[in-house]
């Protein structure tokens, strides 16, 4: 699968050098890929990457960068009426990449070197003008002009681009001298075009812009810490002359102080938490000399509980979470990870109770109704977990997990059609069409369901073939 690829990828850059040229950056590439295949190219990658053991599907996590890039969005014009979600892959190393269809992916390396939210925001700023300004597209559009390349190609390459390190979006590079120059000058005028955008966004959603300066800065020193260039740099070409123009566009702008929210520390002590073994997590957290009175070990000590937590160290777990209680104990990190200790250990009423608490507060906390729904699953109250699940359906119906919980309340109940159906939905948001319609024909088959749950399959059925159709289609343009 690899090999295949890899050679697309070649392929697809041996005529890129012939046919290279720096694209004028004003230019939309509205003409050759639409909104509609970014996002079909987007999507497509994104299916393999969910599958990818790397995937980090940590709800709390994923939901704090999202909500840092939504700081961004909110105050970007050229993002309005565009899709974007943020991913994480549990990679040490430093990096972050956008593609097609507003998809942005941050290495967990790169989370935990970012010393402020600032400096985080400033990759997420930097990224989301990749995206608003169709690079990835422009790109793809340049090198295939001696040869075009069908959507299902560009999405290989994209993705062998995404896992070696000497080719990747915002950079990917040929195997010939010419091709790396032309690529390189495309590259550095599209850097330098994010860096001026995402300082703009900085400041305006209130962000400290320097944090783009030091954490680059910090970057481009990295390899005399680490063996190599940072894989961001690699991608994202820094040269001292950019450096220096991020430098002067900061230079007139007044200093201000930025307060980081609570969650950007604890987010980064959870992370440290979730990789690894539990055996290593709780080992990276040991012999740290900790106090739950000074707020700078506080995030320390959650993870520090994380970490116990995912050991089976419950008792060990409750009393570090107890430790900060005083401090932390309305925060919905803090909630969630009392009420998984109680859920985990057993004590699924308790457990209960603590989720139902929370989420009074707390309503939309992905991680807080997870962790309701599977309580309330485990009890075997079924149809309430089923009344939650609708609930949460009703305020977002993107949301994939819902519909795995939705099919496990059904076959619990021993509704056979709608748990197929249920899973179906939920490969759907996974942008996996071909699974999705397995599901559907398996619920066709499983002999439940009345005429108008059956009437509503066939209906299902027909609307993925369209879709599939018309997706191979564009594939083929
Ligand atoms: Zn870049």
Same mark, same amino acid.
């Given at each position: 699968?690899?090999?295949?690829?890899?050679?697309?990828?070649?392929?697809?850059?041996?005529?890129?050098?012939?046919?290279?040229?720096?694209?004028?950056?004003?230019?939309?590439?509205?003409?050759?890929?639409?909104?509609?295949?970014?996002?079909?190219?987007?999507?497509?990658?994104?299916?393999?990457?969910?599958?990818?053991?790397?995937?980090?599907?940590?709800?709390?996590?994923?939901?704090?960068?999202?909500?840092?890039?939504?700081?961004?969005?909110?105050?970007?014009?050229?993002?309005?009426?565009?899709?974007?979600?943020?991913?994480?892959?549990?990679?040490?190393?430093?990096?972050?990449?956008?593609?097609?269809?507003?998809?942005?992916?941050?290495?967990?390396?790169?989370?935990?070197?970012?010393?402020?939210?600032?400096?985080?925001?400033?990759?997420?700023?930097?990224?989301?003008?990749?995206?608003?300004?169709?690079?990835?597209?422009?790109?793809?559009?340049?090198?295939?002009?001696?040869?075009?390349?069908?959507?299902?190609?560009?999405?290989?390459?994209?993705?062998?681009?995404?896992?070696?390190?000497?080719?990747?979006?915002?950079?990917?590079?040929?195997?010939?001298?010419?091709?790396?120059?032309?690529?390189?000058?495309?590259?550095?005028?599209?850097?330098?075009?994010?860096?001026?955008?995402?300082?703009?966004?900085?400041?305006?959603?209130?962000?400290?812009?320097?944090?783009?300066?030091?954490?680059?800065?910090?970057?481009?020193?990295?390899?005399?810490?680490?063996? @190599?260039?940072?894989?961001? $740099?690699? *991608?994202?070409?820094?040269?001292? #002359?950019? +450096? =220096?123009? &991020?430098?002067? !566009?900061?230079?007139?702008?007044?200093?201000?102080?930025?307060?980081?929210?609570?969650?950007?520390?604890?987010?980064?002590?959870?992370?440290?938490?979730?990789?690894?073994?539990?055996?290593?997590?709780?080992?990276?957290?040991?012999?740290?000399?900790?106090?739950?009175?000074?707020?700078?070990?506080?995030?320390?000590?959650?993870?520090?509980?994380?970490?116990?937590?995912?050991?089976?160290?419950?008792?060990?777990?409750?009393?570090?979470?107890?430790?900060?209680?005083?401090?932390?104990?309305?925060?919905?990190?803090?909630?969630?990870?009392?009420?998984?200790?109680?859920?985990?250990?057993?004590?699924?009423?308790?457990?209960?109770?603590?989720?139902?608490?929370?989420?009074?507060?707390?309503?939309?906390?992905?991680?807080?109704?997870? @962790?309701?729904?599977?309580? $309330?699953? *485990?009890?075997?109250?079924?149809? #309430?977990? +089923? =009344?939650? &699940?609708?609930? !949460?359906?009703?305020?977002?119906?993107?949301?994939?997990?819902?519909?795995?919980?939705?099919?496990?309340?059904?076959?619990?109940?021993?509704?056979?059609?709608?748990?197929?159906?249920?899973?179906?939905?939920?490969?759907?948001?996974?942008?996996?069409?071909?699974?999705?319609?397995?599901?559907?024909?398996?619920?066709?088959?499983?002999?439940?369901?009345?005429?108008?749950?059956?009437?509503?399959?066939?209906?299902?059925?027909?609307?993925?073939?369209?879709?599939?159709?018309?997706?191979?289609?564009?594939?083929?343009?």
């Amino acid at each position: 699968m690899k090999k295949v690829f890899l050679c697309l990828l070649i392929c697809c850059f041996a005529g890129y050098a012939i046919a290279a040229e720096l694209p004028d950056l004003g230019d939309s590439s509205a003409n050759y890929l639409s909104p509609q295949e970014e996002s079909a190219l987007g999507r497509q990658v994104m299916m393999e990457i969910r599958s990818d053991p790397a995937y980090f599907d940590d709800p709390v996590s994923v939901d704090f960068v999202n909500h840092v890039a939504g700081r961004l969005l909110a105050v970007s014009e050229d993002a309005i009426g565009m899709h974007f979600e943020v991913f994480i892959l549990q990679d040490p190393t430093l990096n972050a990449f956008a593609m097609p269809g507003g998809f942005i992916g941050v290495h967990t390396g790169l989370i935990m070197a970012a010393e402020t939210e600032s400096e985080l925001a400033s990759v997420l700023a930097h990224e989301i003008s990749h995206v608003t300004q169709h690079h990835i597209a422009r790109e793809m559009e340049a090198q295939s002009q001696n040869m075009p390349l069908t959507l299902a190609a560009m999405a290989a390459a994209l993705l062998a681009a995404r896992t070696s390190p000497d080719a990747a979006v915002g950079g990917m590079m040929g195997a010939q001298a010419g091709a790396i120059q032309a690529q390189l000058n495309a590259s550095r005028g599209y850097e330098k075009e994010a860096d001026r955008l995402g300082i703009q966004r900085l400041i305006r959603s209130g962000y400290d812009p320097r944090g783009m300066w030091t954490f680059f800065e910090k970057l481009q020193h990295y390899d005399s810490f680490y063996e @190599g260039v940072p894989a961001f $740099l690699q *991608t994202h070409p820094l040269t001292t #002359e950019r +450096l =220096a123009e &991020i430098q002067n !566009r900061l230079q007139n702008i007044p200093y201000k102080q930025v307060q980081d929210s609570p969650n950007f520390q604890l987010v980064r002590s959870r992370i440290k938490a979730l990789v690894g073994t539990p055996n290593e997590a709780v080992r990276s957290f040991a012999g740290e000399e900790l106090n739950p009175k000074y707020p700078q070990d506080q995030p320390e000590i959650y993870g520090y509980a994380v970490a116990l937590w995912r050991n089976h160290q419950f008792t060990e777990a409750q009393q570090k979470l107890d430790s900060i209680r005083l401090y932390a104990k309305t925060n919905p990190m803090f909630l969630s990870l009392n009420a998984a200790i109680a859920q985990d250990e057993g004590k699924l009423d308790l457990a209960l109770d603590l989720y139902h608490q929370a989420l009074s507060q707390y309503p939309d906390d992905r991680a807080l109704n997870y @962790g309701y729904i599977k309580t $309330l699953l *485990t009890l075997k109250r079924n149809q #309430e977990a +089923l =009344a939650h &699940i609708r609930k !949460r359906i009703s305020h977002n119906e993107q949301d994939a997990k819902l519909y795995n919980y939705e099919a496990r309340a059904f076959a619990a109940l021993n509704q056979q059609l709608a748990s197929h159906q249920a899973l179906a939905y939920y490969y759907e948001r996974m942008d996996n069409y071909s699974a999705a319609l397995d599901q559907l024909q398996i619920a066709l088959k499983t002999g439940d369901g009345d005429f108008y749950q059956k009437s509503s399959v066939e209906a299902e059925i027909d609307t993925i073939k369209n879709a599939l159709a018309s997706d191979k289609a564009k594939r083929k343009k």
